[in-house]
């Protein structure tokens, strides 16, 4: 079945760092790419998304890559800091629907 | 800012009761979904819908129904709750169906259903 999935379920990362997470997908009939971050307690969180006919958006400290060709994305978050600790979630948007992947957990260390 | 608030944070029901679950939004979005969240399955969808009165299945609407009577405000339904429906269940809107809109939803902060 189609699905979109991710690498790591857990990603542990020095305060300051960058960090990456990476997604894997498997519909290259999607229309968006999206990632959303949930913190403790609370909804997901739209952070960034990506048209399917570009390969690179850049945001707030934050970075979208979408390479079509092994049908790979990847969230970068420039200087961790520790409100950045989340689950972070790619999703693929096609026909008005959002389809989730499953999660990585964002760890900051000290 | 768009709220989207949800009527519990927590809820504990028996087996074989009715539930209502209350999504009101604040922006006059046009779409709204119902999904739920289980460990290690991620975020999964239930009903959605883009105009009032207006209602489509997701990927897992068995056992569920909902209700939109008012622009703001979609309603999930269980109509005998079971203990496989224990999960947290969250609530989305977003702007006009078509587009980019549609992918940026704003979430609720959720409801953690109990099924005993």
């Known amino acids: 079945g189609e699905s979109v999935g991710l690498h790591l379920p857990t990603l542990s990362v020095q305060e300051g760092d960058n960090s990456i997470i990476n997604c894997a997908y498997s519909n290259s009939a999607s229309d968006y790419f999206i990632w959303y971050k949930q913190e403790s307690g609370k909804g997901p969180q739209f952070i960034i998304d990506?048209?399917?006919?570009?390969d690179k958006r850049q945001g707030q400290r934050v970075t979208v890559l979408l390479n079509k060709t092994v049908k790979h994305l990847s969230l970068q978050i420039a200087a961790t800091q520790p409100g950045d600790s989340a689950v972070y979630f790619c999703a693929e948007g096609r026909d008005d629907k959002i389809i989730f992947g499953k999660g990585t957990r964002l760890h900051i260390l000290p | 800012d768009v709220k989207v608030t949800q009527s519990s944070r927590y809820l504990v029901k028996r087996t074989g009761e009715k539930v209502f679950l209350e999504c009101v939004q604040d922006m006059d979005h046009e779409n709204m979904f119902w999904y739920r969240q289980d460990p290690g399955l991620g975020l999964r969808l239930i009903y959605f819908?883009?105009?009032?009165?207006?209602?489509e299945k997701g990927d897992i609407p068995e056992g569920y129904s909902v209700s939109r009577e008012k622009k703001e405000r979609f309603s999930l339904i269980l109509e005998s709750a079971s203990t496989n429906q224990t999960s947290m269940y969250l609530c989305a809107s977003s702007l006009s169906a078509g587009g980019q809109d549609s992918y940026e939803q704003y979430f609720g902060p959720g409801t953690r259903l109990t099924v005993t």
């Open positions: 819908s883009y105009d009032v009165k207006m209602k």
């Open positions: 990506i048209r399917s006919n570009m």
